[in-house]
């Protein structure tokens, strides 16, 4: 399944931006999951969510970032509000075949990636 990622961009912090991730293929049964790397640091989870619906967030993001999915479109989204500096990264979509019990949260489960949006928060 190839992936696409879009829908970054520069914003104000306190503002939002929602991203859009499109699977070529059905990703009913897989898990997608968000992941962001800033420059110099390792690329960190951002938020998953299962074949069932079950979503994990990292707690840097919790109560700010939703995850949802549509089967029908084989789209993945992250909505990012009350966005912060230290949220400046570029954001990748990734996929997993597999139906589990919970997601993948360490990106060397995944075996799909999307090439990456940009997310810029200035203060």
């Known amino acids: 399944v190839q992936l696409q990622a879009s829908g970054g961009g520069l914003v104000q912090a306190g503002g939002s931006l929602r991203l859009s991730c499109a699977a070529s293929g059905r990703t009913s049964s897989y898990d997608l999951g968000w992941f962001r790397q800033a420059p110099g640091k390792e690329r960190e989870f951002v938020g998953a969510?299962?074949?069932?619906?079950?979503?994990y967030y990292a707690d840097s993001v919790k109560g700010r970032f939703t995850i949802s999915k549509n089967n029908v479109k084989n789209m993945v989204y992250l909505q990012m509000n009350s966005l912060k500096p230290e949220d400046t990264a570029v954001y990748y979509c990734a996929a997993d075949p597999g139906v589990r019990a919970r997601p993948h949260t360490s990106p060397d489960e995944y075996g799909y990636w999307g090439q990456g949006t940009q997310v810029t928060v200035s203060s």
């Open positions: 969510i299962n074949w069932s619906g079950l979503i």
